[in-house]
């Protein structure tokens, strides 16, 4: 426990009010994390198959990695061990964090604390904008950090420090299936929710599989378009957009979409306006989307920031395809942060960065009209 290792709770919570707004705060926890028992690791993976001279085949994400015994995957979480293909990360996060839930971002899914946020090392994609590369395009053993806690571990400090969810965030949940797995239905027991932020670059089956467990995502959507996908993000768009229909029809999960906007690359409004059509006619007017601003980081520093009229013209070009919550991200001050009733226009969330300035609804209602606003609101 913090306190029997030298570090009070109450060094914990300022270190992490300190950090709230900031990067990953792994640093901050790090003192009692990694003062933990070893918790198990190269547990057997879920979701492959053998093949013929000691090979395996991931099944769990669409890149399907073919490996040799001793091959990690392209995630670099995974890899065959002996002709059994294994987690190499089950146990042992690299990322541990305490957020409000605003910052994944979730506008319409309230907590009444915040969320434990957590992410071990790896992704199954290779967004050349990561801003999180540090821990994304390792391997285990090459991030920054490790540290060490079973799923009961990573719930009952949740807990301890009164968050009242799990967020799955910072990298890529996908590449630590079984250990998100793990805690979610410890954390369900617990009464605690569950929140995966993630690219959507999953097989069906998993997805199917974890959704019953989940209680909100948000949904990266990057781009509306396959050569960008390929080219910038590592992937395809068709298998994400395959994600995002398997999500609209699991009614009983709250999801938000976010798109990073990058200058040049995916800002022209002919695609902001087919990604906003085809979200729109897949999950309805009311599913919240969030264009957040570029900053120049890993290998697209030679870009500069998305200028902030490209950001509001993106707003109205997706509020002009139906869409009724459309909200910005990284421009704190912009009043595209607040949500406004789609009735009678009146701003009945006012937010400053990641915090709630002030609420004027009844419940789920807007407080001026009586319109019911889609979320899951205390
Ligand atoms: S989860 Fe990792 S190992 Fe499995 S197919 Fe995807 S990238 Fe490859």
Redesign the pocket.
């Known amino acids: 426990m913090p306190g029997q290792e030298g570090f009070t709770r109450r060094q914990f919570l300022s270190r992490c009010a300190a950090l709230a707004m900031g990067a990953c705060c792994a640093d901050a926890l790090g003192a009692w994390a990694a003062a933990l028992p070893a918790g198990p690791e190269a547990r057997r993976a879920r979701?492959?198959k053998p093949l013929a001279g000691g090979m395996t085949r991931?099944?769990?994400?669409?890149?399907?990695?073919v490996?040799p015994d001793g091959g990690?995957?392209?995630?670099?979480?995974?890899?065959n061990r002996g002709g059994v293909?294994r987690t190499l990360t089950y146990g042992r996060p690299s990322v541990i964090a305490v957020d409000p839930v605003e910052k994944c971002p979730l506008n319409h899914f309230q907590l009444r604390g915040h969320a434990f946020s957590i992410a071990t090392a790896?992704c199954?994609l290779s967004c050349q904008y990561c801003h999180n590369w540090a821990f994304s395009q390792v391997g285990p053993q090459e991030a920054p950090k490790v540290y060490s806690m079973t799923p009961r571990e990573v719930v009952a400090k949740a807990v301890e420090n009164h968050c009242d969810a799990i967020a799955y965030f910072y990298t890529e949940p996908?590449?630590f299936?079984e250990y998100m797995m793990d805690i979610a239905a410890l954390a369900r027991k617990s009464g605690l929710k569950n929140v995966m932020v993630t690219a959507g670059?999953i097989s069906p089956e998993p997805l199917r599989e974890i959704l019953p467990h989940l209680d909100a995502v948000t949904f990266g959507l990057k781009g509306f378009d396959e050569a960008y996908y390929r080219d910038y993000v590592g992937g395809e768009l068709k298998h994400v957009l395959r994600s995002a229909e398997i999500l609209a029809q699991t009614k009983r999960v709250w999801w938000e979409v976010v798109t990073l906007l990058v200058p040049s690359l995916n800002d022209d409004m002919a695609q902001v306006a087919r990604l906003a059509k085809w979200l729109r006619n897949t999950a309805g007017s009311e599913v919240p989307l969030h264009f957040t601003r570029f900053r120049p980081e890993y290998r697209l520093k030679r870009l500069p920031m998305t200028p902030s009229k490209t950001l509001t013209l993106a707003r109205e070009t997706a509020m002009a395809q139906g869409l009724k919550y459309v909200y910005l991200g990284n421009l704190p001050g912009h009043q595209g942060a607040d949500t406004v009733c789609p009735r009678c226009g009146r701003t009945i969330v006012e937010r400053l960065g990641f915090k709630v300035l002030e609420r004027r609804m009844r419940g789920n209602k807007c407080a001026h009209c009586s319109a019911v606003i889609k979320g899951v609101w205390l």
């Open positions: 979701y492959w991931c099944e769990l994400c669409p890149n399907g990695c490996r990690d995957g392209r995630c670099r979480a995974r890899g293909y790896g199954n996908v590449v299936f670059y």
